[in-house]
C-alpha cells in the first residue's frame, strides 16, 4: 500500500499574536463591517481563535487593524507602528513574556543569537542571522526557512515594513544601542529582508 505523498509545509502565525493584535487594536474597534471583512480574511471574531493561521490571512489582518488604529498614516507607516506596538502588546502574553523576560536577563549581545527562538515563539517559518559589520552596525538578515518556500510561492512571507517595526521594538526592550533599523530593498528578496542598524552616537 502506497503511502499518502505529504504536500509542503504551510507556514503559519500562531493564535497568540492573533490575539495581540486584536488587544492592541481595541476590540471595541470592530464594528459590523470590520468583522464581515475579516470574517471573509479568515478571521471570525464570533467564534474562538483558531490554533494558527495563513500567511496571507494574517498580512491582510495586519492590514485592516493598521487601517483602524493609523487611518492618516501611509500603509507602510502604519504597518511599522503596528510592529511596534505589537512586541510589547506580544511581551503581556503568556509565551512572550517568557521570551522577553529572558532576553532581558540575557542583555542584547546574548540576545541575538536568540532572535529566531523569538521568533518561532509567535511563527512556525522565519529564521534571522546577524552579523557585525565595519564600524560596529549590525546587519539583520530574516529568512524564511526553506522548507516553506513550496507553500508561500512567488508570495512573500515577511512584510518588511511590520517586521522593521518588531525589529525595533525588540531591541528597545532589551537595550541594544543601535538606532532604528534601515531595511535594505538592494539586499532583500521574495523570502528575506535585510536590515542594517546604526550605533547610536
Not at 502588546?89 to 536568540?114: H, I, N
Request: with cysteine; glycine share 8%; charged share 20%.
Amino acid at each position: 500500500m502506497m503511502n499518502a505523498v505529504e504536500g509542503p509545509r504551510e507556514p503559519v502565525i500562531f493564535s497568540q499574536v492573533v490575539d495581540s493584535l486584536f488587544r492592541l487594536t481595541g476590540r471595541q474597534r470592530f464594528d459590523a463591517d470590520t468583522r464581515k471583512r475579516l470574517k471573509a480574511i479568515g478571521v471570525d471574531m464570533d467564534q474562538p481563535l483558531l490554533v494558527a493561521y495563513s500567511v496571507p490571512t494574517w498580512r491582510a489582518t495586519v492590514g485592516v487593524c493598521a487601517e483602524l488604529l493609523h487611518p492618516h498614516l501611509p500603509s507602510d507607516q502604519a504597518r511599522y507602528h503596528i510592529g511596534y506596538a505589537l512586541t510589547d502588546a506580544y511581551g503581556r502574553t503568556t509565551m512572550g513574556s517568557a521570551v522577553l523576560q529572558l532576553f532581558r536577563m540575557l542583555g542584547w549581545q546574548s540576545s541575538l543569537s536568540r532572535i529566531t527562538r523569538g521568533l518561532q515563539s509567535g511563527t512556525n517559518f522565519l529564521s534571522a542571522k546577524t552579523r557585525f559589520l565595519e564600524g560596529g552596525a549590525l546587519e539583520l538578515r530574516f529568512e524564511v526557512l526553506p522548507e516553506f518556500h513550496a507553500a508561500l510561492g512567488n508570495q512573500s512571507g515577511i512584510e518588511p515594513h511590520f517586521m522593521n517595526g518588531s525589529m525595533d521594538a525588540m531591541m528597545a526592550l532589551v537595550g541594544a544601542p543601535f538606532r532604528s533599523g534601515e531595511y535594505q530593498p538592494d539586499q532583500s528578496g521574495l523570502q528575506h529582508a535585510v536590515f542594517v542598524l546604526h550605533r547610536k552616537d
